[in-house]
């Protein structure tokens, strides 16, 4: 009988089991908290890295193609070199004429040239547009045109900061005028 008796007392009591069930659930939850901010901080990382080559790229692609730029022409609304232009118009050493401005591709405005080559994809969004602003120098031999615009990825969500991506890209460049 002795040892039936200790048979019946070595086993958990259901406080211990609870106790057990309930630091378990807390572990996981925990990891799982930390999983979630593990993959929405790479996804960010994601997002800023794209926002920043597409910015580049199209910033590096115009810089060299207005530097290497003969004279400005009058763009489609008649301005040739004023503050605050949405497009610019030049002709290039090959003698061709190019057009940077904003075009709708299909229902995504993207930055591109009117030869059909696009500085942006349609995985950014344009948020301020593309900014033009010229100024001569007082022989009007060298335009300087400064470039300015905003790309954002992401859509706003509960958490702005953390959901969107938002970066403005600006540089300079003076036509060389031949």
């Not at 301020?128 to 300015?148: A, K, L, R, V």
């Amino acid at each position: 009988m002795e040892m039936r008796r200790h048979h019946l007392q070595s086993g958990f009591t259901l406080i211990e089991l609870i106790i057990a069930v309930s630091l378990t659930v807390m572990l996981l939850l925990t990891a799982s908290a930390l999983f979630m901010t593990f993959l929405i901080s790479g996804a960010k990382v994601n997002s800023t890295q794209l926002v920043k080559q597409e910015g580049q790229h199209a910033l590096i692609q115009m810089e060299f193609l207005l530097r290497n730029a003969i004279e400005l022409l009058p763009n489609s609304f008649g301005d040739e070199c004023i503050a605050d232009m949405t497009e610019i118009k030049f002709r290039s050493i090959d003698g061709g004429e190019t057009t940077l401005a904003i075009e709708d591709d299909g229902g995504v405005d993207k930055i591109a040239s009117n030869s059909g080559v696009y500085l942006t994809s349609g995985a950014v969004k344009i948020v301020n547009g593309i900014n033009f602003t010229c100024t001569q120098n007082s022989d009007e031999s060298h335009p300087h045109i400064s470039i300015s615009f905003t790309l954002r990825k992401g859509t706003p969500g509960l958490d702005p900061t953390r959901d969107i991506v938002q970066e403005t890209f600006t540089a300079s460049a003076t036509v060389r005028s031949l």
